[in-house]
């Protein structure tokens, strides 16, 4: 059962522009938040993480917004570069749990020159 | 500073025979690590958490006779996959964490085939 969900497996956005990965998730009980950046065959690289008491974390081009009522969290990168090219995965985690993190899907960033 | 490494980072071995993987934090001390599994355009699924010094703890449909691992020191996990068959093939991932934050530091992976 899947409980971080990333339902767009791909998007690609050109150079410049604002790319907005959307991540929604099911567990109420989650309350922190992370974003890693995957290249194939590689493991993930840690971006940024909210914790459930904020609703917006900046770091540099990287804001992840967190809205507790619809279950939704949104990593927005401005201006977006070539080398931002990568699957985004969105995870979250318990507390309680060890930190343990469920995975999405990730979605797949292309930024075009 | 975090870095976790990975070893080996791609092992080919026969059906039957019995595979170990090695996970090191190298420069901080991790009381926990987690093993990871990425079957392809699927998302990363925990296997296992951790704690150093005690048993791990396997998530639900995972063999833990299979898929052995041990966390003896601070800076080490071992996975070993025990009689490895084809389906076993995959990208094994492990992570790790301190104390302190709640970020969970990845390994470069290794990537099993079995033929």
């Known amino acids: 059962d899947q409980q971080v969900k990333q339902n767009s497996p791909s998007l690609s956005v050109q150079e410049g522009r604002i790319s907005i990965l959307n991540c929604d998730y099911t567990n109420s009980m989650f309350d922190y938040f992370l974003w890693y950046k995957k290249y194939p065959a590689e493991g993930p690289t840690f971006l940024i993480s909210i914790s459930s008491i904020k609703d917006k974390n900046e770091d540099g081009r990287f804001t992840v917004f967190l809205n507790k009522s619809a279950k939704h969290l949104s990593l927005h990168i401005v201006p977006s570069q070539p080398g931002d090219s990568a699957v985004y995965f969105c995870a979250a985690s318990v507390a309680n749990s060890g930190y343990a993190l469920n995975f999405g899907k990730g979605t797949s960033l292309l930024v075009t020159p | 500073g975090a870095v976790v490494s990975q070893h080996p980072s791609r092992v080919i071995c026969k059906s039957g025979t019995s595979v170990k993987i090695e996970c090191r934090s190298l420069d901080f001390q991790a009381t926990t690590m987690f093993w990871y599994r990425q079957f392809p355009k699927k998302s990363l699924m925990l296997m296992a958490t951790s704690n150093e010094g005690s048993k791990a703890t396997y998530e639900q449909g995972v063999e833990k006779d299979k898929f052995l691992i041990n966390h003896a020191s601070l800076t080490l996990s071992t996975l070993t996959v025990t009689s490895a068959h084809p389906e076993d093939s995959s990208f094994y991932i492990c992570?790790?964490?301190?104390?302190?934050?709640?970020?969970?530091?990845f390994g470069p992976g290794t990537r099993l085939t079995v033929t």
């Open positions: 992570s790790a964490s301190d104390r302190v934050g709640y970020e969970q530091y």
